[in-house]
């Protein structure tokens, strides 16, 4: 438990600014759509006239822009991408921290095996990312029926916080991975954020293409494809599937080779 | 029954040596030293030990027990303290203490007060704002604190001032008598010489010569220094135990090792002009291994 804590207290002051970023995220961008709702400018026709690729690119495919939860469709683009880099980063952290601040000798000469140090670190992680969708989860919810003039959109909101958490949970696990089979620790971040910001761009390119539709099955950013979810109100189960899957090979992976790798002192 | 014991210890970092083949035994209350210059696989035998690393080949065993199978178990028993001393930013000193003291399961804090007042040392201080010989002293601090039945010191002196190195010593000592082990590593002779029962001396990854410190530094080796009225007749000190000759026509220094009679039968048969025979310092025998 002493590590946890001691994981918790240091990252403390991390996830107090990417909580302020994701709330201050959510809140300027809703009140972006309020402003555009009072303006009484045609919402639909202005954005109807942006071609498709630029559309892509800024993540308004397939939504209904004059309504607050088409709106934070868009929205989400930038909070899940967020969210992706705060868990990476944040997995790939905690698990190279001690030898990149050359803390190993301290660390691994006490009474702790890989394996406890590898569990506290990744359940204070965790703490981390579990945080950070709630602060995201509640600004959402106030902030989005706040402006909302439909029908009650909050189990939308909520089902694609759902999707966030799990994205979360996987780039977590992403950066815990890359971390312990990495033998370099300086390298573990750069492959964590090779993987994030490649799956990215495809899905922004399977949003262009009609080609090669099956690579949406190998980026996690078309499984919580926000347009889509709330289109069917639900997460797609096979996504869900794929990411829990994919997460807990992770995991194992972080538990097998970190316990196998010699530690860079 | 051995705390430290090691067979055909063996570690490549990929193709690059770490060590080779090597075999330690260290036995229950001595104080061990490892001797060897930078680079000889020092640390990296340590690391072993603690399993920061794995072994490419062998095994290693401390308290009797494997040191990757069961070394959780076996660092409640360890204490350690690494050549270069780095710790987490932000933390005072005190926290530090407390911080590794939580990982063993005992009171650690009247241990933790009298050995930083032994040592000097302020506990309110952020660790940022230390020295690096008062890190080093947090260090041993933090090695010390749970009364541990091994210690290992890796290089422990650098950065510390004579005084400090001094009271260091003592509380080496003071541990030792209490029943701690110690195995120490260091290129430093003289820290060798003044603390250690027996030294390993390591080099180029493998071990070269387990002696007693007291073989080493008493009556095996002699250091012969002599000139005579008439030139010596080439490879007139030709015979076994001799090392590090040099002749100069009437002058000769050289050091010895074995049965002396073997020597001053030969100089018998000289014509003298001086003869100095004096106990050569722990550096020159040393010089002679690494060679």
């Avoid at chain 2, 680079?39 to 794995?54: D, E, M, N, Q, V």
Wanted: hydrophobic fraction near 45%.
């Amino acid at each position: 438990m002493n590590v946890f804590w001691h994981e918790l207290k240091a990252h403390r002051k991390g996830l107090i600014w990417w909580s302020l970023g994701m709330f201050l995220m959510v809140y300027s961008g809703m009140a972006k759509y309020g402003a555009y709702k009072a303006s009484s400018v045609d919402v639909t026709k202005v954005f109807g006239a942006i071609p498709k690729v630029v559309k892509a690119v800024l993540g308004m495919r397939d939504v209904d822009l004059s309504t607050a939860i088409g709106f934070f469709v868009i929205l989400f683009i930038y909070l899940i991408v967020m969210a992706a880099i705060h868990a990476s980063l944040l997995g790939a952290g905690v698990l190279t921290e001690e030898e990149l601040d050359r803390t190993t000798e301290f660390l691994f000469a006490k009474p702790i095996s890989r394996v406890q140090a590898v569990i506290a670190k990744t359940s204070a992680a965790l703490v981390a990312v579990t945080t950070l969708n709630v602060v995201t989860t509640v600004s959402s919810v106030v902030f989005v029926s706040a402006y909302n003039k439909d029908a009650p959109v909050t189990r939308e909101v909520l089902i694609l916080m759902g999707g966030l958490y799990l994205a979360q949970l996987l780039f977590l696990s992403a950066g815990l991975a890359a971390a312990a089979i990495v033998q370099n620790p300086k390298r573990a971040a750069a492959v964590v954020s090779a993987y994030l910001f490649g799956t990215y761009f495809i899905s922004l390119w399977l949003d262009i293409t009609e080609k090669a539709q099956w690579l949406k099955y190998l980026t996690p950013f078309k499984y919580f494809d926000a347009a889509a979810i709330v289109k069917a109100s639900s997460l797609d189960p096979v996504y869900i599937a794929i990411s829990a899957i994919l997460t807990t090979v992770l995991i194992v992976l972080t538990f097998v080779f970190y316990q196998r790798r010699d530690l860079n002192v | 029954m051995a705390v430290i014991e090691t067979k055909k210890l063996t570690k490549y970092y990929g193709k690059d040596r770490g060590i080779i083949d090597v075999d330690i035994s260290v036995d229950e209350g001595e104080i061990y030293g490892f001797i060897g210059p930078n680079g000889a696989g020092k640390s990296t035998t340590i690391r072993i030990l603690l399993s920061l690393i794995y072994a490419s080949s062998g095994t290693a065993t401390i308290f009797g027990k494997d040191v990757v199978e069961y070394g959780p178990e076996i660092k409640k028993e360890i204490g350690y303290l690494p050549s270069e001393v780095f710790y987490y930013d932000n933390m005072r000193v005190k926290e530090l203490l407390e911080y590794s003291a939580s990982f063993y399961k005992k009171d650690c804090s009247k241990r933790i007060k009298e050995l930083s007042e032994i040592m000097d040392l302020d506990l309110g201080k952020k660790i940022d704002d230390l020295s690096y010989g008062n890190k080093k002293k947090v260090g041993i601090v933090q090695g010390l604190i749970h009364e541990p039945k091994l210690i290992i010191l890796d290089e422990p002196t650098g950065g510390l001032d004579p005084l400090m190195q001094q009271k260091f010593f003592e509380l080496v000592h003071e541990e030792n008598r209490k029943g701690a082990t110690i195995f120490l590593s260091s290129h430093i002779l003289s820290e060798v010489q003044r603390l250690c029962d027996r030294v390993a001396i390591i080099k180029d990854g493998k071990i070269i010569q387990v002696e007693k410190m007291s073989d080493l530094a008493n009556s095996n080796y002699s250091q012969f220094k002599l000139t005579t009225t008439t030139p010596l007749p080439t490879g007139y000190f030709d015979i076994p135990g001799i090392s590090d000759l040099e002749t100069n026509s009437t002058h000769a220094s050289f050091l010895f090792k074995g049965n002396i009679n073997t020597v001053t039968k030969k100089l018998a048969e000289l014509d003298l002009l001086s003869l100095f025979v004096e106990e050569p310092d722990l550096e020159e025998i040393f010089l002679h291994y690494y060679e």
